[in-house]
């Protein structure tokens, strides 16, 4: 079974602070990996995708992520964080077949003006 | 830009109570999911669709929960009866078709449910 861990469960970072987020994964097969973000009283939103090529995702809104399929890893990244950036991240793989889109637990971000 | 619609956006019950909830996916879309968030975790999927079929719905707790999308546009969520721990955000998404590399799941607001 597939499964995504977010380490992080809150960070508090200052304005124009580098940003890293952790997720790790756990799937046999084929990775197809997605960050999405969830603002403030909006809806989930996608932030970035990998299927596959390039391990250097770049994403909206300066966010970039690498895969590292030693690492089993797909870490969120943004050089310096705007305090809109303030949000709910979540990690998550989809299986081969395209049914199961299983998310890891959020990392809550929050930026200081 | 078109959205996914969930209503209604809130619903508050009492136990024991049977609850629906509905969602209309971004017009075109075949596939559609609902998934279930418990506060401080991500979402999880309870029933994917396809067209007007059930592709998956080994999580959904089917004594309480059933699902439905006859038309195949859009579908609702019931639970009955309502209990405790079904107080949650329940998502619906939708995507053109499943899998990759065109799948991006395009979620709704949500349903935030409170059982009491």
């Known amino acids: 079974a597939q499964s995504v861990s977010q380490h992080n469960h809150h960070v508090i970072l200052s304005e124009a602070a580098s940003l890293e987020l952790g997720c790790n994964y756990s799937?046999?097969?084929?990775?197809?990996l997605f960050w999405y973000v969830q603002y403030p009283g909006q809806h989930l939103q996608l932030l970035l995708k990998?299927?596959?090529?390039?391990?250097l995702v770049k994403g909206i809104k300066g966010f970039e992520a690498e895969f590292i399929k030693s690492k089993f890893s797909f870490n969120l990244r943004k050089p310096s964080v705007q305090w809109s950036d303030t949000a709910e991240y979540f990690c998550a793989v989809l299986n081969n077949a395209g049914n199961m889109l299983t998310f890891g637990g959020g990392t809550r971000l929050m930026v200081k003006p | 830009e078109a959205e996914v619609a969930q209503s209604p956006r809130y619903k508050i019950t009492e136990k024991s109570q049977a609850v629906a909830f509905w969602c209309d996916p971004i017009?075109?879309?075949?596939?559609l999911y609902w998934y279930r968030q418990i506060l401080g975790q991500g979402p999880e999927l309870l029933v994917q669709?396809?067209?007007?079929?059930?592709?998956?719905d080994s999580q959904l707790p089917k004594d309480r929960f059933s699902a439905e999308r006859l038309k195949g546009v859009d579908s609702t969520l019931k639970i009955q009866p309502a209990e405790l721990g079904d107080s949650a955000m329940y998502l619906c998404a939708s995507s053109l078709i499943p899998g990759p590399p065109i799948n991006e799941q395009f979620f709704g607001p949500g349903t935030r449910l409170t059982v009491l």
């Open positions: 799937y046999g097969g084929t990775v197809n």
């Open positions: 990998y299927f596959s090529g390039d391990p």
């Open positions: 017009s075109g879309h075949a596939t």
């Open positions: 669709f396809q067209d007007e079929s059930v592709v998956d």
